[in-house]
């Protein structure tokens, strides 16, 4: 069974950091999307990041504009993913959700949020202004 669990979510002031993870279990990913999306209460799931490989030992990335700059995602190993998130705002409050997508796809497709297969609970940021 598969398995994806988040973790690193919590309160932060504005301007501050967190470092979101996100582990799988159940198969491996090392050749998958793996990525972030998120959910402010009221309105809908939307990207942030994904990273998938892109060769030897490469993994590319892409990120929403609204991040772009503040946020770094990257691969731990094959079956982690983590979001290095700086400059915090008070706007980027939300559940923030990891998933993956088996299918190798372009990353210009990958914010879709309809190409993943597998997601995880989710873990709370919540920055104070």
């Known amino acids: 069974q598969v398995q994806l669990v988040e973790s690193g979510g919590g309160l932060v002031q504005a301007g501050g950091s967190l470092r979101l993870s996100c582990a799988a279990s159940g198969r491996t990913f090392s050749s998958d999307a793996m990525g972030w999306f998120r959910q402010a209460p009221g309105k809908e799931r939307r990207f942030v990041a994904t990273t998938r490989w892109s060769g030897g030992s490469t993994y590319a990335a892409y990120y929403a504009d609204s991040v772009k700059g503040r946020f770094t995602i990257f691969r731990g190993d094959g079956n982690t993913v983590h979001l290095q998130m700086n400059s915090l705002k008070p706007e980027d409050t939300a559940t923030y959700y990891c998933?993956?997508?088996?299918?190798?796809?372009?990353?210009?497709?990958?914010?879709?949020?309809?190409?993943?297969?597998?997601w995880g609970q989710g873990t709370q940021v919540t920055v104070s202004s």
């Open positions: 998933a993956a997508a088996l299918a190798a796809r372009p990353m210009d497709t990958l914010p879709n949020p309809r190409l993943y297969d597998y």
